[in-house]
């Protein structure tokens, strides 16, 4: 069965670094999803990418997130300048969005660690 | 913005026993509310999920109910063996984009 794939499985990081969390979407899939788990909190949605652009973002997303689809395959999400707040699980997501089907698949994560 | 609000936070029962979580939401145009597992160390799985235009699912063990004028929907797991101890993410979405996470439950299944 297809799955989500995403590199690296863990990331340490000095505060202000920049990082770049990389994800391999299931291939005939059309919308990308990224949300982040707090240690301890809830999952949260960061933002969705359709068509090479965003299609929705979560307040959380500001200037210092970035989202890209640099080829056919893989899609990424770089945090220009980590804070220690920035240090939590990652998860891509993606769906086939066909009408009515909306399930998102989930990938293992990436665990950011901002020292 | 979309609220969802998940109980029990933690959930203890008796293998054979049935569990329920509850979710309310607040968004009334919300119209998409799907149940994740999620396993120590593992990604969230869809286990399943319900649209607004249906008041109950069925797969097996695992049930979902909806009742759109109290905002609220409901995880039903029949007959619980170990294996099903996880935890447990509702979500809502009224775009099938952005999925608004409950607080999850851990549920613990004793043999």
């Known amino acids: 069965e297809p799955e989500v794939t995403q590199t690296p499985s863990h990331q340490v990081t000095q505060m202000g670094q920049e990082v770049i969390l990389r994800c391999v979407p299931i291939?005939?899939?059309?919308?990308f999803y990224w949300y982040r788990q707090i240690l301890g909190q809830k999952v949260e949605f960061l933002v969705s990418f359709y068509n090479n652009e965003i299609s929705e973002k979560s307040e959380i997303f500001d200037d210092q997130f970035s989202v890209e689809r640099p080829d056919g395959s893989n899609f990424t999400l770089k945090i220009r300048s980590t804070k220690l707040e920035d240090s939590a699980m990652y998860f891509c997501?993606?769906?086939?969005?066909?009408?009515?089907?909306?399930?998102?698949?989930f990938g293992p994560g990436t665990r950011l660690t901002v020292l | 913005g979309e609220n969802v609000e998940q109980h029990p936070s933690t959930l203890s029962v008796q293998e054979g026993d049935s569990a329920v979580i509850k979710c309310t939401y607040s968004d009334s145009a919300s119209n998409y509310f799907p149940w994740y597992k999620q396993e120590l160390g593992k990604r969230p799985q869809l286990i399943i999920d319900i649209r607004s235009n249906v008041g109950e699912k069925k797969d097996q063990r695992i049930a979902v109910t909806l009742n759109k004028t109290a905002k609220h929907f409901s995880l039903h797991i029949t007959e619980t063996q170990p294996e099903d101890s996880a935890v447990y993410f509702c979500a809502a979405s009224r775009t099938g984009n952005m999925l608004t996470f409950g607080g999850g439950t851990r549920l613990m299944v004793k043999p």
């Open positions: 291939s005939n899939h059309l919308y």
């Open positions: 997501a993606s769906s086939e969005r066909l009408a009515g089907a909306y399930e998102q698949f």
